[in-house]
């Protein structure tokens, strides 16, 4: 009795659930709010490196993302053999959405950045 209960929850769990590559079992809400906790948290990295006086150092994230599109078309034009046609079409797919989160990192850079100039210009008038 005890067995064909579990195996009613096991049943209806698993539906709302996904099976991770270690084996544990997460429901699906959690791994979703797993996901926007890290985007969140690289967003809010991105605004702390873009307030540094080096402006070099807000520009980390979006090289490193524009570095990790590059070893993506990559990888994809050198180990699959395929027409030229077809290269180019999937070099420009994996390219342009591999760096939407690269112009999204950029838009907070310029942002925060403007706001920096702008308490920097406020300051020298102000002398």
């Known amino acids: 009795m005890l067995n064909a209960i ?3 929850i096991r049943k209806k769990m698993y539906i709302l659930q996904i099976k991770l590559r270690c084996g544990v079992e997460m429901p699906i809400f959690f791994k979703w709010l797993i996901l926007i906790m890290f985007l969140v948290g690289i967003v809010i990295l ?4 873009s307030k540094r ?3 070099w150092v807000g520009l ?3 090289m490193i993302n524009v570095i990790a599109s590059m070893m993506a078309v990559y990888s994809m034009a050198f180990f699959h053999k395929k027409s030229f046609t077809e290269i180019i079409v999937q ?3 994996i390219f342009i959405s591999w760096n939407i989160s690269t112009v999204s990192l950029i838009s ?3 942002t925060c950045r ?3 100039k702008n308490k920097k210009e406020m300051d020298k ?3």
Do not use: A
């Open 114 to 116: 403007q706001k920096f």
């Open 6 to 8: 579990l195996n009613i």
């Open 53 to 55: 006086e080096n402006k």
């Open 91 to 93: 070099f420009s797919v």
């Open 108 to 110: 907070i850079y310029f």
């Open 125 to 127: 008038v102000n002398i």
């Open 46 to 49: 991105q605004m702390f490196l």
């Open 60 to 62: 980390i994230l979006p």
